[in-house]
């Protein structure tokens, strides 16, 4: 009787521990589907993450940028751009110089010549139902680095007077050459198009930024007690928009030193390749 009961509760303890297998395999099978269905994204469904762009609107003006896009979610994207400028004037000089009331400075800019580069980090948000199209909304930051050679006309004992019929003895000058550095933050708003399989066209449409600028020009030459004081005159004159400077000039040379608030528009026009 004692066998019988002890073989009757063996049959019962497994085909209850059976059943506990069961319920567990069960149990288990429900959380692994559920955690595959929260951290599956679809961001880890898509193969070509990766847009790289050439800005045709900054060729232009004779700039080179090129930027970098990388999809992190299925709606945002993170971007570098890098842009360059070789040496050349003021762009648009003849559009600019309509917002300068002081004619002195008109006549000292066009003499201006300056290369730079920049780069802009940004984030952006795609308002649609994917990144990389549609309407966008971002915000970046940008350093900007300038390389500025500016010479400086200024009045000399003989400016003025004729030299030949028709013609009188130019101004002096002295060149005045450094560096600018700008660091500035902003916001964008634009639109992309998917035109085939892989190019896009990304239309950015206004991006303004503020920030800061600092940086120094400086001019090492023998001066004159009288040329001191022309060449004061001059920079005094100047009346150049949305930079703050200070300046110094010796009988060692000149030197303009700048520190203040700085800003500007961002825009572009670009073709890009999806990878």
């Known amino acids: 009787m004692k066998k019988i009961i002890t073989i009757g509760l063996i049959t019962i303890s497994q085909l209850c521990f ?25 961001i880890d469904k898509v193969t070509n993450k990766n847009l790289i762009k050439l800005n045709l609107l900054a060729l232009a003006v004779g700039n080179f940028s090129l930027q970098y896009e990388r999809l992190i979610t299925k709606k945002t994207v993170v971007a570098l751009s890098a842009g360059f400028t070789p040496e050349r004037g003021i762009p648009f000089y003849s559009s600019f110089e309509s917002a300068i009331d002081n004619q002195d400075t008109k006549d000292q800019l066009k003499g201006i010549k ?3 580069y920049s780069i802009t980090p940004e ?40 030299n030949i019929p028709g013609q009188y003895i130019p101004k002096e000058s002295i060149g005045l ?4 550095r700008a660091f500035s933050g902003g916001i964008t708003l634009g639109a992309q198009w998917k035109l085939s399989n892989k190019i896009y066209l990304d239309w ?72």
């Open 123 to 162: 984030i952006r948000f795609y308002l649609g139902k994917e990144g990389f199209k549609g309407f966008y909304i971002g915000v970046f930051g940008r350093y900007t680095s300038y390389d500025v050679k500016f010479p400086l006309q200024y009045e000399s004992v003989l400016s003025g007077i004729p």
């Open 204 to 275: 950015l449409i206004i991006g303004p930024h503020f920030g800061s600028s600092k940086g120094d020009l400086k001019a090492n030459k023998k001066l004159t007690v009288i040329e001191q004081q022309e060449i004061n005159d001059a920079i005094s004159d100047l009346d150049i928009p949305m930079l703050d400077y200070t300046y110094e000039v010796n009988s060692d040379g000149a030197r303009m030193k700048f520190d203040g608030p700085w800003a500007g528009v961002r825009t572009s026009l670009g073709i890009g390749y999806r990878f």
């Open 18 to 42: 059976s059943q506990v297998e069961q319920v567990a395999d069960t149990l288990n099978v429900i959380p692994v589907e559920s955690h595959e269905e929260v951290t599956n994204t679809d």
């Open 114 to 116: 300056y290369s730079n």
């Open 177 to 180: 050459d450094g560096n600018i």
